[in-house]
């Protein structure tokens, strides 16, 4: 449970109760899950959604997955280092002289199409999976996919929360989760909607 605040930082406090006397935490993770409860943290689940959600005021993502090991204790209790658990795109935007400034970002979109999806060949890779649901290990930060593939995987939107609007001059980042599987030739297009227009970039 996060008890010092809810905003963006690179350091926050969580407390809790440990089930035995002379327990000590060993790893963590973020964000916690009520499914996980009971599991061993080499055998926990997720998920990264193909629609997230991003505050340009604060900075916050709702699928920014992470893991954690113990490093060490302080005179308030125990510290982890947390490490991100997949891939995370970021993504700069300034409309100045374009039909978009003026106009409030709604969301952005990515797609990955693999090198030789356009190919005749038998081989043709598969599409792309950047969302979706895996389990994971807490102790060392693997993972693995769940389930089979499906359409639309190869995608993820992500929704500017709180609508900023894109004025002269200034430069708006917004960042997205993405499970990376994403290989050396593979075409990455980036959809940036407003509330009137889209722009699309290859």
């Not at 690179?10 to 599991?39: I, V």
């Not at 939107?157 to 050396?184: F, V």
Request: hydrophobic share 30%; aromatic share 10%.
């Amino acid at each position: 449970r996060n008890v010092e605040t809810s905003a963006k930082r690179d350091r926050t406090s969580f407390t809790g109760t440990l089930l035995k006397a002379g327990e000590k935490p060993q790893y963590a993770y973020y964000p916690y899950s009520k499914a996980n409860n009971d599991k061993e943290a080499t055998n926990l689940s997720g998920t990264v959604h193909g629609e997230q959600t991003f505050s340009f005021a604060t900075g916050l993502l709702s699928d920014d997955w992470k893991y954690g090991t113990l490093r060490g204790t302080t005179d308030e209790g125990y510290e982890f280092r947390m490490n991100h658990l997949f891939a995370m795109a970021k993504v700069d935007i300034s409309a100045t002289d374009s039909e978009l400034e003026g106009q409030q970002l709604d969301y952005i979109t990515l797609t990955v199409t693999p090198a030789d999806a356009s190919s005749t060949s038998s081989t043709v890779s598969p599409a792309r999976r950047i969302h979706g649901d895996f389990t994971f290990n807490a102790t060392n930060g693997s993972y693995s996919l769940a389930g089979e593939a499906a359409e639309g995987d190869d995608v993820v939107k992500m929704t500017w929360s709180d609508r900023p609007q894109l004025t002269s001059g200034a430069k708006y980042t917004g960042y997205l989760t993405l499970i990376p599987d994403i290989h050396n030739g593979d075409q990455l297009t980036i959809t940036v909607a407003t509330l009137e227009y889209a722009a699309t970039y290859k």
